[in-house]
């Protein structure tokens, strides 16, 4: 965006301390979209257990949604409105991180045959997430190695 009329500077001063408020912001925001990706892959298991497709769409749409924005979050990029969240990530450099994000809707083709009470790995769905969280976790430990939260999110969220 061309900004062609600020003589007093005033969008220059209000973009800069937007960005310094952000960046203040991000370890809570980074902490809190992680929390919230891990609530709904949790819950994303009782409905694959009781072959309930409509909620294991729910649950795994949010947490994808919650994953994209974790991704953002680490590139240190506000995150946009959910309709420009997947162009927001393809505007990034390509990485086995958002490559498994952006591959992981493939797995939702897999829901409307989903069998009832198998093992969660057994589930495309959940075992794709797992990865992704996985990964997630890698990317989040060299930013916080010594953050309780990520292996005992239970207790946080």
């Known amino acids: 965006m061309k900004i062609l009329h600020d003589p007093n500077q005033r969008y220059a001063r209000a973009k800069t301390q937007a960005l310094t408020d ?8 980074l902490q809190q979209e ?24 729910l649950y795994a749409t949010s947490f994808w949604r919650a994953a994209c924005r974790l991704i953002l979050l ?13 162009r927001s990530l393809q505007k990034l450099d390509a990485t086995p991180l958002i490559t ?27 075992a794709a997430g797992l990865a ?13 190695p010594e953050a309780e939260w990520l292996d005992q999110w239970y207790l946080y969220a």
Request: aromatic share 12%.
């Open 22 to 29: 952000f960046h203040r912001a991000l370890p809570n925001l």
């Open 34 to 57: 992680y929390l919230t990706m891990r609530l709904q892959l949790d819950w994303l298991r009782q409905p694959l257990r009781r072959a309930d497709r409509r909620a294991a769409v």
């Open 74 to 86: 680490l590139h240190e990029t506000p995150f946009p409105p959910d309709k420009w969240l997947f």
């Open 100 to 126: 498994a994000a952006m591959a992981y809707d493939e797995t939702f083709s897999t829901l409307p045959t989903m069998p009832a009470e198998i093992e969660l790995a057994d589930y495309p769905v959940y």
């Open 132 to 144: 992704l969280t996985e990964q997630l976790i890698t990317a989040l430990q060299q930013r916080f």
